[in-house]
């Protein structure tokens, strides 16, 4: 991952001016009919006044005419800091102040503090323009502030059907996203699934491609070897190759002893980390293994298998499957008992945990990087009849609750920032407009 940009703050200035540059709101349309108040930026005033003063699309720290004058270097205190990078004030002071190698903005501990405007990827407008708006190397989707973007819609589909991209991270791409099947680009491969060419550009020619499944051409019986052997699904019924019975259970024994040469059900072949059948799943996640005849196999996923307190809660990734402990299903949803309730007890989803900066349940997500805090709403406690949510001040799904948690005069996600200060008030689309000025403008 490339280092994000830097914005520190002048040493002379002080930590609550210095915030207030950081996150100060700059009338573009204003600017270019006045011109740069200030001239271009290439002066530590102009580097520090929170404007775009060239019009660049780059404000202060985030313009490489400051970055290359000097005027964004690295403050180093005369004592080493110790602690924590991950408040307003310690992600705009110019201090590397967890001594991890990055400061303010380059840390990731203060990218997830939007008033900071340390990410600029974040509408659908930003997030569909085909420009890389924070410079971070990471273009629309496939900047995660606008996949992972809390009011960014402009990413649930496949924007572009012929870039070779998968635009929506859902795993299918182009025509193989259903997102694509009125798409000019992808329609009317059928008539032309005979001519040897890729007509709508995923890839695939022909038969090779789904949406020629339909096509007479393409379809027939899946019982010879060819046939069992070419990774299609000839005859349309769902089952490719040799997960189609018309293949494993062949009466022609080339079909049948070539099924068996690849099938995953021996003790080697459910340990070798090979998905030998081809079928998607790899060794115990393949029911073929971890459901075996042979109790040997059967023993074998079972000594891996991420399951029981002991594993749940031992910080391995037992299964070699990607999740660990409680971010594994057959963790977070075992059936016994005494393993839900340690899941429940350190799953990052109640008010607090989602506050207290630490990753309570080892995902390698911490607060409200993590999903399972993003749903996470409660009574107020200090305020009978209202909510709260712990990464969002603009609370509510109506329009009146949204204006009235942005309103309150309370800092409802305790964040240090209240109402209209607060960046998920300022760009929340339900209450567009109802801010005045809005933070990272």
Same mark, same amino acid.
């Given at each position: 991952m490339q280092t994000p940009r830097r914005i520190p703050t002048p040493a002379v200035v002080p930590a609550a001016a210095a915030l207030m540059l950081v996150i100060a709101c700059w009338d573009s349309e204003a600017a270019r009919e006045l011109g740069p108040p200030l001239g271009y930026e290439t002066s530590w005033q102009a580097c520090t006044d929170g404007r775009d003063n060239d019009h660049d699309r780059r404000v202060d720290c985030e313009d490489p005419d400051c970055q290359s004058r000097g005027f964004c270097s690295e403050i180093i205190p005369p004592y080493p800091p110790a602690g924590r990078e991950d408040t307003a004030a310690l992600c705009s002071n110019g201090i590397d102040d967890d001594d991890n190698g990055q400061f303010d903005c380059g840390d990731r501990a203060c990218q997830g503090i939007m008033e900071l405007c340390c990410v600029l990827e974040f509408t659908d407008e930003l997030c569909s323009n085909g420009i890389d708006d924070d410079g971070n190397g990471f273009v629309d989707c496939e900047d995660f502030s606008c996949s992972g973007g809390v009011f960014v819609t402009a990413c649930d589909s496949e924007l572009n059907c012929s870039d070779g991209d998968d635009n929506d991270t859902d795993g299918e791409t182009d025509c193989d996203d259903s997102d694509c099947a009125l798409d000019d680009a992808c329609v009317g491969e059928a008539p032309r699934c005979d001519d $040897?060419?890729?007509?709508?550009?995923? $890839? /695939? !020619?022909? #038969?090779?491609?789904?949406?020629?499944?339909?096509?007479?051409?393409? %379809? $027939?019986?899946? =019982? !010879? /070897?060819?046939? #069992?052997?070419?990774?299609?699904?000839?005859?349309?019924?769902?089952?490719?190759? *040799?997960?189609?019975? &018309?293949?494993?259970?062949? +009466?022609? +024994?080339?079909?049948?002893?070539?099924?068996v040469s690849i099938s995953e059900s021996t003790l080697e072949r459910c340990m070798d980390g090979v998905d030998n059948d081809v079928n998607g799943f790899t060794d115990c996640d393949d029911f073929s293994c971890s459901r075996s005849d042979d109790m040997a196999v059967v023993?074998?996923?079972?000594?891996? &298998?991420?399951?029981? /307190?002991?594993?749940?809660?031992?910080?391995?990734?037992?299964?070699?499957?990607?999740? %660990?402990? *409680?971010?594994?299903?057959?963790?977070?949803?075992? =059936?016994? +008992?005494?393993?839900?309730?340690?899941?429940?007890?350190? !799953?990052?989803?109640?008010?607090?945990? *989602?506050?207290?900066?630490?990753?309570?349940?080892?995902?390698?997500?911490?607060?409200? =990087?993590d999903f399972s805090c993003r749903d996470v709403l409660e009574p107020d406690p200090a305020s009978p009849g209202a909510f709260r949510s712990p990464c969002q001040e603009s609370v509510g799904t109506t329009v009146m609750a949204v204006q009235a948690a942005c309103s309150d005069e309370s800092d409802n996600d305790l964040d240090g920032f209240i109402d209209c200060e607060d960046w998920d008030c300022a760009w929340n689309p339900l209450i567009d407009g109802f801010c005045e000025t809005r933070v990272c403008q």
């Open positions: $040897g060419v890729d007509n709508d550009g995923d $890839g /695939l !020619t022909d #038969c090779d491609d789904l949406e020629c499944s339909a096509f007479s051409g393409c %379809t $027939g019986p899946e =019982d !010879t /070897l060819a046939a #069992c052997q070419d990774g299609r699904d000839n005859d349309g019924n769902g089952y490719t190759d *040799c997960d189609d019975f &018309s293949c494993s259970d062949s +009466m022609d +024994m080339a079909v049948v002893d070539y099924c023993d074998y996923c079972a000594s891996i &298998s991420e399951s029981g /307190l002991e594993r749940c809660s031992n910080g391995t990734d037992d299964d070699g499957n990607g999740f %660990t402990d *409680c971010a594994d299903f057959s963790c977070s949803a075992s =059936d016994d +008992m005494a393993v839900l309730d340690y899941c429940a007890a350190i !799953t990052e989803a109640t008010f607090e945990r *989602c506050i207290d900066g630490i990753d309570n349940d080892a995902n390698g997500f911490p607060d409200c =990087d």
